[in-house]
């Protein structure tokens, strides 16, 4: 089977197959192979390997060749000779086909009835003892693509942080059930794509979608034998190639000019494309796990592992961890991203379990990582959105506001606050108030500023808002899991009675609860995010963990009821109102002082009676109502041209006590009056002045006044 053609010794980078319009480099970075072989397979049997060649060359531990006139289509594997020594770290085993990390488009899937570990499962040796047996039937194979598209005046929107709205969203879910998409389009780049998607995104008001993993990912054996999918995809086999599932045409590479495609449709319609990406740990699992790409490539480099070498460090809960600590790894994370912005036009990334690329040394957690600072000194990377989940399950992994600029960050303590303050928990009024004021007491001390907190109160992971006030417990039962997956602890409240209810009173009580939720997160200083869906009342019956459900649970239902197109509206109208508010996008932390010879304070705290708040009133244990007003005049930073900002002033009042409260309103100072704005009470009440004196809020509601200002908007 060895090739009669003519390879020549090619260049080390870039890494990958690369088409230069006459033929392919190949370049693969080993420190341990002794040799490394090209396998080419038939376009028509995928399984049939038809051609092998040996890379020629090593420069410092990147094999390369030069293949004249082999073409973009071209189906490809790797086989890495070298040692198999898995108490030394090393799992070479040149008998399974391997996925080249750098590969840009892949074509099949894997196939767990085939032998891809590298191990055979039943001998009482298990991994120490190496398996011969050929994978390459059972394994996806490399595609050689061509990087043309025409991109024509596509570029990156670069909408300033102040200003954007992240729309959570995955590609499937999102567009499988929407009557406007075209069939053969659903679940796919194309769908999402489509007029009826980015209308929708358009009168909704967001800035940027947030996709779910689209990068290449695996699913898991043990979920196809129980008739179950990887749906959200956080089983990364490969990160520079577009999940293939996701393309409307199945062909060899199909998946990437409609990825592009996409992302040109949606940049043309002003919304950017930030992926969640899984830089923290690849589908290969532990010691135990199938051996796919990186683990026989180089095992050591790429993972993290126990000092007898064996075994995976894994601060995941996944099996491994990539080790970005190691230069090759950091080299790889950084190509890839670059990649996806300069060759495939993203805005940004979402780091899943980022605080794993923080992990140097014996695997402790430092904000100066390699990795941080090849990407904060990177004139690319360093310019797009970079979020992070900053945490992972590791000792000390908790890391919120523990990343260095420009990183922002998941605000998993916004969503707990939020959550435990409208269901009526004692001792949550300082907390709240950092909350919606930008987290101050998380960012400021590193000079970094408010809007390095993502603020939300639901996404992927955890309840829909819909089911956060409809379930006080989690109900995983289709899982398979016995209930036993998914988050125990989600500061949920059912209203009264667990799940679906015909009572009219609950069912009110509960479309107030999500118009307070809803309405506190686009009145918080911060980045909002939420969840495709919750706009509409989105359900999964109670499944906090629907990460295997690739069904009409975890699919947006279109099919609108009024209850659902009120919320609908409300959120519209919530969105909008935020982006005509300069006093909502500070780029500032408050200070709690007049401004600029301000009318008023930037931040001012009330009590119900009409007085500020003092020291002694944030410590008792039943604050549950508490108003606070935002000076418009008092914005401390200029426009791009240094010219003052100013707006109008907002006055929120707050209400998460069960009873009614009245509300004495702060006078609005000379020239003007407040005018209610929203009352999420009675969602139909709006943009009527309120006279002096006293407002009566309704048990758990929330309400906005606004004095109009001089509004110069930056």
Known sequence: MSSKREIWPGKPWPRGATFDGSGTNFAVYSQVATRVEVCLFDRQDPTKEIERFDLPMSTEFVWHGYVPDLEPGTLYGLRVHGPYEPEKGHRCNPHKLLVDPYAKALYGEVDWKQPVFGYPLEHPKKDLMRDERDSAAGMPKGVVVSDFFDWGNDRRLDIPWRKTVIYEAHVRGLTMRHPGVPEHQRGTYAGLGSPAIIEHLQKLGVTSVELLPVQEFADDSFLNDKGLSNFWGYSTLNYFSPEQRYASRKTPGGAVAEFKSMVKSLHAAGIEVILDVVYNHTCEGNHLGPTLSFKGIDNASYYWTMPEARHYLDFTGCGNSLNASNPQTARFIVDSLRYWVEEMHVDGFRFDLATVLGRVGKGGYDPNAPIFQIINQDPVLSRVKLIAEPWDVGLGGYQVGGFPSPWHEWNGKYRDALRKYWKGDENQAAEVGYRLTGSAD?????????????NFVTAHDGFTLHDLVTYSSKHNEANGEHNRDGADDNQAWNCGVEGETDNKDIISLRERQKRNLMASLFLSTGVPMIVAGDEMGRTQQGNNNAYCQDNELSWVDWNLDKTRLDLLEFTRKLIQFRHGQPVLQRRRFFQGEHLWESEHKDLAWFKPDGTEMGAEDWQ???????????????????????????????????????????????????????????????????????????????????????????????
């Open 620 to 714: 008792k244990p039943f604050v549950r109502s508490l108003a606070f007003l935002l000076g418009g005049d008092a914005i401390p930073t200029p426009d791009e041209r240094g010219q003052r900002v100013s707006g109008d002033s907002l006055l929120v009042l707050l209400n998460a006590h069960h009873e009614p409260v009245p509300f004495t309103v702060p006078p609005p100072g000379e020239g003007g009056a407040w005018r209610l704005e929203l009352y999420t009470a009675d969602d139909k009440r709006g943009d009527e002045e309120m006279k002096p004196g006293k407002f009566e809020m309704a048990g758990r509601s929330l309400a906005v006044f606004r004095k109009p200002g001089s509004n110069n908007t930056p």
């Open 442 to 454: 998380l960012f400021a001390a590193a000079r970094r500023r408010p809007q390095a907190s993502i």
